[in-house]
């Protein structure tokens, strides 16, 4: 265990210690955004996220709140939180609170929140990557992406990015008529593609199974079945290198339309290109 995590230890056991449960469960549900903190000067708001950069010492200190749309500062002092102003001592980087207080602009020109109660929601016992560099090894941003999310604001974007395609694809394709199915993870036989499967066990079945690493055929049953436009967005699989630009699970999407020809397919994928940039 490092000293630092032993350091927070010890602010857990004195939280304990004052009857203050360090992981409550409050209803936040109608919590401000930090996005929207800077119309709200001069007004009481209530914000919750986690706390990325501390500065300051004794009767003030500063503070930098992130939540999903952004970033707000918080300002604690003496003069406002009065006895409350010693479990500041208790918070450091990483811990996820909630803070209520007047909104201001300080002398630079930034909007900040004079705070007047908080509460901790969730005590951090792990130190979070140097906030300079943040999580720079490739392999450990792959392996612990819930920290990357925390360090590297460019991953959420990455992740906001992929949900909005995702959604877009799928308005496009029902808007055009094709209806969304489901076709079998485990397959007794893969095809589809050129491509080394994952090989799995049906215990009840006694025989050897295929984790798919395509969905065509399956598909194109269901274009036989009669169900003239189906498309897929599913999680497939293939047993083969590994890099940053190859997974072995990794998601696909599919489509099939009866009665067209190639060229009517390929003006169609165009435009669904260019609705989706």
């Given amino acids: 265990m490092s000293d630092l995590t032993d350091f927070r230890l010890q602010k857990l056991t004195a939280l304990k210690k004052l009857k203050l449960d360090p992981y409550p469960q409050p209803n936040l549900e109608k919590r401000d955004l930090c996005r929207d903190i800077i119309n709200e000067i001069d007004k009481t708001v209530t914000v919750a996220g986690r706390l990325m950069l501390l500065r300051g010492h004794g009767k003030i200190l500063f503070a930098d709140l992130v939540d999903k749309t952004g970033k707000i500062q918080l300002f604690f002092e003496q003069n406002t939180l009065g006895a409350k102003m010693e479990l500041v001592k208790l918070l450091d980087l990483g811990d996820i609170i909630s803070a209520t207080g007047i909104v201001f602009k300080t002398q630079a020109g930034e909007i900040t929140i004079r705070v007047s109660e908080f509460q901790i929601l969730a005590k951090n016992l792990r130190p979070l990557p ?148």
Wanted: hydrophobic fraction near 40%.
């Fill in 130 to 277: 140097e906030k300079f560099h943040g999580l720079t090894d490739v392999e450990e941003r792959y392996r612990q992406r819930y920290v990357d999310l925390i360090v590297n604001p460019d991953s959420r974007e990455v992740f906001l990015a992929r949900s909005k395609i995702l959604t877009e694809l799928r308005h496009f394709l029902d808007k055009n008529g094709f209806l969304e199915v489901e076709t079998p993870v485990l397959q007794p036989v893969y095809g589809g593609a050129s491509a080394k499967p994952f090989v799995t066990r049906h215990n009840e079945l006694r025989e050897d199974m295929y984790l798919r690493i395509a969905d065509e055929l399956y598909l194109k049953r269901l274009i036989v079945g009669g169900l003239e436009k189906v498309y897929e967005i599913s999680k497939d699989f293939r047993n083969e290198s590994v890099s940053r630009f190859h997974n072995p699970e990794f998601t696909q999407a599919e489509f099939y339309w009866a009665y067209v020809d190639y060229d009517v397919l390929m003006k169609f994928t165009e435009k669904l290109i260019i609705n989706l940039v």
